[in-house]
C-alpha cells in the first residue's frame, strides 16, 4: 500500500508493510514477562512515593476465574477449574495466560470488544455482514491496529471487494459524525461540539472541525459496477434500437436531449430491483468533491459555503495534499507512530479493559494535558505499544502477565474520571457477552470451539453472487432485471391478497363469524404454501435479488456464544438486559444493575440451567453420587472453587437431594458471587 | 438450631429488611434519594396560565411507516380524484371538522380532539424521521437523544413508586429509549400486550417454599463477599437492591395493571383484537395506576402499494382502539389528566401514483392528533393547501410537538441537561415552541 505523506514526512510515517499477513512473530515469552516486570516496578515506585501498599495476590481459585473471564470471556467449566487448583507447577499462571491468549476464546472476546467500540452492525444492508466478517478475520489473524485502522479509514470500493468499507458506509449520510467517532475512538478526543460552533471548554474551533473532515470531503457512496453495468446495458439497447440510437445523436439537441433521458430512464427502469440496495454499498472518492463550510457559519475567518481545504489537529502538518490522496493521507496521518494520541490511546483504552480504569480516565476524553495518573507508566505503555507494533493481543499478553493482574481486587470503587492508583484491579459485574458466554458454558461445557461459519458462507455466497451478477452480459443483465421485478411484482400480489383476506377476517370476527374466520384462515395458509413454492421455483437471479438481508440469514444456534450472532441483538434478547451495546454509539455496554435483569435470573428459563436434563450441570451431577462431591461440583462450576470447610457445613445438607440441589444452584445463578469477578 | 431452620430465620429476616422504593426497569446505582427524586418541578405558573400543566399521563401512539394524512386526518374531498383516491370526508359531532371515512368511530368522538394538519419535517426516511419525531433531534453517530417519554420521566416526579414511569409497547428494536440519559430512565419495553410482562411469576417446577429458600440461599452464598464489597461498591449494592425489587414486584398489586386479561369481554371487544389495539388497553390499565409515559407502536403504515386497500385494512384498527380509548378515559374521569397523541414519521405524497395505486414518503405536510390532557377539542390548528402538498397556515414541527406534550405535563420544555459529552439538549431541542393555542 503506498502511503501519500508529503515527501519529507514520508520517512518517519513509512513504517511497515499494510499487507495482510502479521509484521511480526508474537514476542518471546522472556520478553513479555520482562516488559511486565517493568510495568509493575513504575507501580511500586509510585505507590512507595505515596506511601501506598500494593493489595496481596490473589487465590487460585480467583485466578483462574479471573483469566477466564478477562482473556477469554467466559468462566471456565468446572474441569478446567479444577485442573488449574489441582496443579502444583509452579508456573502455572504464566502457562495458563499463555494457553489463554492464544485460543480462539480470545478471538471471542476481543471481536466483542472491537465491534462495540466500532459500532459494528451485522445485520445493516448487506455490506454489514461482509465487515463483520472482514472485522473478526483480521483480529484473529493478529492485524495490527494501526493497519486495522488505516485499513478502514482510507477504504475505497465496493464492500463485496473491500469489506473496510464499512467502517464509511455505517454512518453513510452523516459524514461530520463519522469523523468526531472516528477522533473518539481512535485519538481519544470529543471535538463532536465543534460540528455546529467552536468547542465552549475546549480549544477546538468549527473551522479546525471542517478542515479535519475536508479530507474526507471526497467521499461519495454510490457504485462505479452499478453504473458500469447500467453502461452496458444502455450500450446494449441502443443497438437494439437504432431509431432511438439515432435520436441521441439527433442535430436537434432537444430531441436529443429527450433520447438521452429516455434511454436512460428505461434502463434505469429495469434494473432496478437488481441494483437496489447493491448501488449504496460502495464509497468511492470524487477528486473534484470537496466539504463546504455550513450555510450558518458565524465566524469571520470565512464566509458560509466556503470550500475547506483539509489540515490535520496536532501532530504532524500537511500541505498541498491532492484530492485523490486526502483520505489515505488521514489514514496515514491518524495512525502514525508520530501522532500523539494514537499508541497513547489504544494503550489506555485497553489497560481500562483489563484492570477497570484508565490511567488516563475517562478513556476518550482526552486534551494536551492528559497525562493521567502514572506519566511514566503511560509514557512506556506508548512505547510498549509501538514495540509490539500495535499487535493488541501481545499489548493484553504483557498485562496479563503484571503482577498487578494477579492482586486482588480493591475494596472501594474507583470513582469514574478520578486517579486510582492501582493497589489492585477493579471489581466489575461480568460484561452482558461475558454473562451470556458463562450461560452457554454452564449448558454446553467449553463453547469455544463452536464457531458460526454461516456468517462467512454468506458472505462468501453474497460476494459470488454480486461478481456473478456484474459479469453477466447485456441481455443476461436485462433478464435479470425483468426477473426481479416479476419477483417484486409477486411479492406485492402476494401481499395484497393476504391484506385483503386479513381484512375481511378482521370483519368476520368482529361480527362473530367463526366459521367464516375459520375459512379464511385456510384460504390463508393455502396462500402462504403457494407463495413458498414460487419462491423455491424462482430463478438464482430473481432468488439473489431478493435476499437483500444476508447478516440475518447466518443464524447462529443456542450452543455458541454471543460473538458468533448477527448483531447487535434485539432489545428484549438477554445479552441487551444485560447492558450490552446496541451498537448506536461507541462502547454503549454497561454492566448496571436492573430489575429485569433480576426478574429474569430468578424466574426466567435460564433459572433451571442445573435442573434441565440437557445441561452439562445435570449431566454431570447425575453421574456424581457422593454428596459432597455434587456441593464440590457445583461450587467449581459457579465459583470455579471448591467449597471452604464452613461452605461444607453450611450447605452440605442441601446436596442430599436434588430439589434442594437444584435449589442452591439456582441462588447460585444468582449470587454476586457469580455475577461479579473479582 | 438445624440447618434448615437457620435458612427459614435468616428468610424471616430478610423479609423484613425490604427498604427502599420501587424500580422496575430501573437501575439502581446511588442511594434511593439520588434515584427516586428525579428533580421535582412544580409546574412553572406561567404554564398553568396557558392551560398547560394538567396532564398526569401520556398515551403515546406512533404509526410507524408513515401514515396518510389525507385518508386520515387531512382529507381533501374537493382535490382531483389522483390526490383524494376513493376516500371521502365525513361529518364529525364537531362543527367543521372532517376526517377521512376510515375513521367513522372518531366522528362521534371528534369533539374531544384536537387536529394539528400543518406537520411538517425534512426527515423522509423511515429510521431518521421516526427519531427526529421522538427527540426533536436530527439522528446523530455520536450520541443518542432521549425521547420525549425519557424527558417526561427525566422531568416529573413517579406517581406511582412500584411501577416504572416510561413504558413501550410494540415500539421495536430502534427506539431512542433514555438516550444519553442513565439507563433508570429508560422504558421498560413490553413486546406483546397480550402476553403481558416477562418473568413475573415463579417457574411451575418451583414450589413457593423452595423459593424462599432460594432466597435465602443467595444471600448465604453472598455472606463474605457482602462482608467485602457491601459498602465501597454501588454496583454490588445495586444487585442486592434489585433482586429485592424483583421479589417485591411479584408480590406486588400493582403487578396485575400488565394482566390485561383482568378487562371485561365487553372492553377487549370495544378495543378490538389486533395486538395494537391490546396495546392501547394495556396503556388505559397503565394509566389508572399512575404510569407517566406509554408509547404505543403501530407498524405497517409504508402503503406505496395499494394505499386504499390498506386504509380499509388498517385504519379501523386504529379508529377503533383510539375511539374506545378516548370513551373510556372520559367516561372514567381521566380524559382531562391524560394526554393522548396520534403521531407518525411523516404524510404521503398527496398524488397518488398511477402504477402501484399507493403514496411515496411525504414529510412536507402531515397531520397529528391530540385530545385530553388539558387539550381544548373539537379544533383543527394549521392547514394545507388544496392538495395536502403545502403547509399554508402554522407550519408545525417535531420540536414543537414534543414541547407542547412538556406543555401538557407541566415539564419545562426548554431546560438544558447535559450530555456526557458535556452539550445542552432540550426536550424541545433548540427551537421548539408549544402549542399553547390547543389548550383549553
Known amino acids: ?678 | 438450631m438445624s440447618e434448615i431452620n437457620k435458612l427459614d430465620e435468616l428468610s424471616r429476616r430478610s423479609f423484613m429488611a425490604s427498604a427502599a422504593k420501587g424500580c422496575l426497569g430501573v437501575t439502581i446505582a446511588g442511594t434511593a434519594q439520588e434515584l427516586f427524586a428525579p428533580a421535582a418541578i412544580a409546574a412553572d405558573p406561567d404554564t398553568v396560565a396557558k392551560g398547560g400543566g394538567k396532564a398526569k399521563s401520556v398515551i403515546y401512539l406512533f404509526m410507524s411507516g408513515g401514515m396518510t394524512h389525507l385518508d386520515t386526518f387531512d382529507p381533501k374531498p374537493d382535490a382531483p380524484v389522483e390526490y383524494r383516491g376513493p376516500t371521502k370526508a365525513i361529518k364529525t359531532n364537531a362543527d367543521g371538522v372532517r376526517l377521512g371515512h376510515y375513521m367513522s368511530n372518531l366522528a362521534g368522538q371528534a369533539d374531544k380532539i384536537a387536529l394539528v394538519r400543518s406537520m411538517s419535517s425534512t426527515q423522509g426516511a423511515h429510521g431518521p424521521g421516526r427519531y427526529f419525531m421522538r427527540t426533536s433531534y436530527s439522528q446523530r453517530a455520536s450520541i443518542v437523544h432521549p425521547s420525549a417519554g425519557a424527558w417526561v420521566t427525566r422531568l416529573k416526579q413517579r406517581a406511582n413508586d412500584n411501577l416504572p414511569a416510561f413504558v413501550t409497547v410494540g415500539t421495536g428494536n430502534e427506539h431512542p429509549g433514555a438516550g444519553f440519559f442513565e439507563p433508570q430512565y429508560a422504558p421498560l419495553p413490553v413486546g406483546d400486550a397480550a402476553a403481558g410482562l416477562k418473568n413475573v411469576r415463579r417457574l411451575h417446577n418451583i414450589s413457593e417454599d423452595q423459593f424462599n429458600k432460594q432466597l435465602v440461599l443467595r444471600r448465604l452464598l453472598d455472606t463474605q463477599f457482602d462482608e467485602r464489597f457491601h459498602k465501597g461498591q454501588k454496583n454490588v449494592r445495586a444487585y442486592n437492591q434489585v433482586f429485592e425489587e424483583a421479589v417485591k414486584l411479584m408480590n406486588s398489586e400493582d403487578l396485575e395493571a400488565f394482566d390485561i386479561r383482568k378487562e371485561s369481554k365487553k372492553v377487549h371487544q370495544a378495543y378490538g383484537d389486533h395486538s395494537f389495539a391490546k396495546g392501547v388497553l394495556l396503556a388505559r390499565r397503565l394509566v389508572e395506576r399512575g404510569v407517566r409515559f406509554i408509547d404505543v407502536g403501530f407498524g405497517g403504515f409504508d402503503w406505496h402499494n395499494d394505499n386504499f386497500d390498506q386504509c380499509e385494512s388498517k385504519l379501523p384498527i386504529l379508529d377503533q382502539a383510539l375511539s374506545a380509548l378516548l370513551a373510556e378515559l372520559d367516561s372514567k374521569g381521566l380524559l382531562e389528566s391524560t394526554l393522548v397523541v396520534v403521531a407518525t414519521e411523516f404524510g404521503r405524497t398527496p398524488k397518488i401514483t398511477q402504477e402501484r395505486s399507493g403514496r411515496n414518503h411525504f414529510p412536507k405536510a402531515f397531520s397529528y392528533l391530540l385530545a385530553g390532557g388539558g387539550i381544548k377539542g373539537g379544533q383543527v390548528y394549521g392547514q394545507t393547501d388544496e392538495t395536502g402538498s403545502n403547509v399554508i397556515k402554522d407550519k408545525v414541527g417535531g420540536p414543537d410537538f414534543n414541547a407542547t406534550i412538556g406543555h401538557a405535563m407541566g415539564v419545562p420544555h426548554d431546560l438544558a441537561l447535559m450530555s456526557p459529552s458535556r452539550r445542552p439538549f432540550k426536550m424541545g431541542a433548540r427551537e421548539g415552541k408549544p402549542l399553547t393555542k390547543l389548550f383549553g
Open chain 1, 1 to 678: 500500500m503506498k502511503r501519500y505523506f508529503p515527501a519529507t514526512l514520508a520517512l518517519v510515517v513509512a513504517i511497515g508493510s499494510a499487507d495482510a499477513a502479521p509484521r511480526t512473530k508474537p514476542l518471546a515469552l522472556s520478553e513479555v514477562l520482562r516488559v511486565a516486570g517493568k510495568i509493575d516496578d513504575l507501580l511500586e515506585k509510585d505507590l512507595n512515593s505515596k506511601k501506598l501498599k500494593s493489595l496481596p495476590a490473589i487465590s487460585d481459585d480467583a485466578f483462574v476465574r479471573r483469566a477466564y473471564v478477562s482473556i477469554v470471556g467466559r468462566i471456565p467449566t468446572a474441569q478446567e477449574a479444577a485442573s488449574f487448583l489441582d496443579n502444583e507447577g509452579r508456573d502455572k499462571q504464566t502457562k495458563l495466560i499463555e494457553t489463554l491468549v492464544s485460543s480462539p476464546g480470545y478471538d471471542s472476546s476481543a471481536f466483542n470488544y472491537f465491534a462495540d467500540l466500532l459500532r459494528l452492525q451485522t445485520t445493516h444492508e448487506q455490506y454489514g455482514l461482509g465487515w463483520h466478517v472482514w472485522l473478526r478475520n483480521s483480529l484473529a489473524k493478529d492485524k495490527p491496529w494501526d493497519q486495522l485502522a488505516n485499513e478502514m479509514l482510507s477504504a475505497e470500493g465496493h464492500s463485496v471487494k473491500n469489506p473496510a468499507v464499512g467502517y464509511y458506509l455505517r454512518d453513510r449520510g452523516m459524514l461530520l459524525d463519522n469523523v468526531s467517532n472516528t477522533v473518539q475512538v481512535f485519538l481519544g478526543h470529543q471535538i463532536g461540539c465543534a460540528q455546529c460552533h467552536d468547542h465552549p471548554f475546549d480549544k477546538w474551533t468549527q473551522m479546525e472541525y471542517y478542515e479535519l473532515a475536508a479530507f474526507s470531503g471526497g467521499v461519495r457512496y454510490n457504485s462505479q459496477e452499478a453504473r458500469d453495468a447500467m453502461t452496458k446495458v444502455i450500450t446494449h439497447a441502443k443497438k437494439n434500437h437504432p431509431q432511438m440510437a439515432r435520436a441521441t445523436k439527433s442535430k436537434d439537441r432537444k430531441v436529443r436531449d429527450r433520447a438521452q433521458k429516455n434511454i436512460y430512464k428505461r434502463a434505469n427502469g429495469e434494473m432496478r430491483y437488481v441494483f437496489r440496495d447493491f448501488n449504496k454499498n460502495e464509497v468511492i472518492e470524487n477528486d473534484k468533491q470537496k466539504l463546504k463550510l455550513p450555510d450558518d457559519y458565524q465566524y469571520d475567518d470565512a464566509d458560509p459555503g466556503e470550500e475547506i481545504e483539509p489540515a490535520t489537529l496536532f501532530g504532524l502538518k500537511v500541505k498541498n495534499v491532492k484530492p485523490e490522496h486526502r483520505r489515505q493521507v488521514f489514514a496515514d496521518w491518524l495512525t502514525s507512530p508520530e501522532n500523539p494520541y494514537f499508541a497513547k490511546v489504544i494503550a489506555n483504552r485497553l489497560w481500562d479493559r483489563t484492570f477497570g480504569h484508565g490511567l488516563v480516565d475517562p478513556i476518550d476524553d482526552w486534551n494536551s494535558k492528559s497525562i493521567g495518573s502514572h506519566p511514566e507508566v503511560l509514557k512506556y505503555l506508548e512505547q510498549v505499544m509501538k514495540g509490539v507494533n500495535f499487535r493488541t493481543r501481545d499489548f493484553e499478553r504483557i498485562l496479563y502477565h503484571t503482577k498487578l493482574f494477579q492482586r486482588e481486587v480493591s475494596l472501594e470503587a474507583a470513582t469514574p474520571g478520578t486517579e486510582y492508583h492501582f493497589v489492585g484491579p477493579q471489581l466489575r459485574r461480568l460484561s452482558a457477552e461475558e454473562l451470556y458466554d458463562s450461560f452457554t458454558v454452564l449448558a454446553f461445557g467449553n463453547t469455544d470451539d463452536n464457531i458460526n461459519y454461516s456468517l462467512e458462507a454468506k458472505w462468501q455466497e453474497h460476494k459470488s453472487n454480486i461478481n456473478g451478477l456484474l459479469a453477466l452480459s447485456a441481455p443476461k443483465l436485462i433478464q435479470a432485471g425483468k426477473d426481479a421485478q416479476t419477483a417484486e411484482t409477486a411479492r406485492r400480489d402476494y401481499s395484497t391478497k393476504n391484506r385483503q383476506l386479513q381484512t375481511e377476517m378482521n370483519k368476520a370476527r368482529n361480527a362473530g363469524n367463526l366459521k367464516e374466520v375459520t375459512r379464511l384462515r385456510k384460504r390463508q395458509d393455502a396462500l402462504r404454501r403457494e407463495g413458498k413454492r414460487k419462491r423455491s421455483e424462482m430463478s438464482e437471479g430473481m432468488s439473489m435479488v431478493m435476499r437483500r438481508y444476508p447478516g440475518r440469514e447466518a443464524k447462529a444456534s443456542i450452543n455458541m456464544r454471543a460473538s458468533e450472532y448477527p448483531t447487535p441483538f434485539k432489545a428484549n434478547h438477554l445479552v441487551r438486559q444485560f447492558g450490552g451495546s446496541d451498537r448506536n454509539t461507541t462502547e454503549s455496554a454497561h454492566p448496571m444493575a436492573s430489575v429485569p435483569q433480576a426478574l429474569t435470573l430468578l424466574n426466567g428459563q435460564i433459572a433451571n440451567s442445573a435442573e434441565n436434563r440437557k445441561s452439562k450441570i445435570f449431566e454431570a451431577l447425575s453421574e456424581i453420587t457422593n454428596p459432597e462431591m455434587r456441593l464440590e461440583y457445583l461450587f467449581l462450576a459457579f465459583y470455579s472453587s471448591r467449597p471452604t470447610a464452613q461452605e461444607k457445613e453450611e450447605f452440605l445438607p442441601l446436596a442430599g437431594n436434588a430439589k434442594d440441589l437444584f435449589t442452591l444452584a439456582r441462588a447460585m445463578l444468582t449470587s454476586k458471587r457469580y455475577l461479579f469477578m473479582q
